[in-house]
């Protein structure tokens, strides 16, 4: 596993759509999720806000630090609060970052980058922030990012 430290400089917004979903349902959930998001309009109507149509974001936070309880926050960088989206701040700060190939389970990539990948560099995640996501540079079929928020152990 090919895990990097990058800096994030300045907080980034996140607008977007979001779901609740449990660990046991998880795969189901997402795979819905995202069905949803490309063909109810969702996806059209922020593309249209942001003029946008190829970087996507995929936040993720858990309520409480088990995989039961998570929100799952898919949308894109806007420069201000817009009252149809939901808004979630990417903090700036060091980030764990692992590349992945398009349409690879998302669950153990998250497992491994938070098992192996964290530890095996000398580092944690941060629990007070609580926040994590995937970056889809170039559409939500694409090659993924993982960023994980850290620090040094």
Known sequence: MDVKLKQIREDIIIGGFSIESTGETYNKDLEVFYKDFTNDGKMELLNNITKNNHEYYAVTWYDEFTIKDFVWLLGQKINKNIDSLEIKIIKKGEYAV????????????????????????????????????????????????????????
């Open 98 to 153: 692992c590349k992945f190939p398009p349409k690879y389970d998302s669950l153990k990539a998250w497992t491994d980058l938070y098992a192996e990948g964290i530890t095996g560099m000398g580092y944690k995640y941060i629990e007070e922030n609580n926040i994590a996501f995937i970056h889809y540079s170039n559409g939500l079929d694409g090659e993924t990012e993982y960023w994980v928020f850290v620090e040094k152990m």
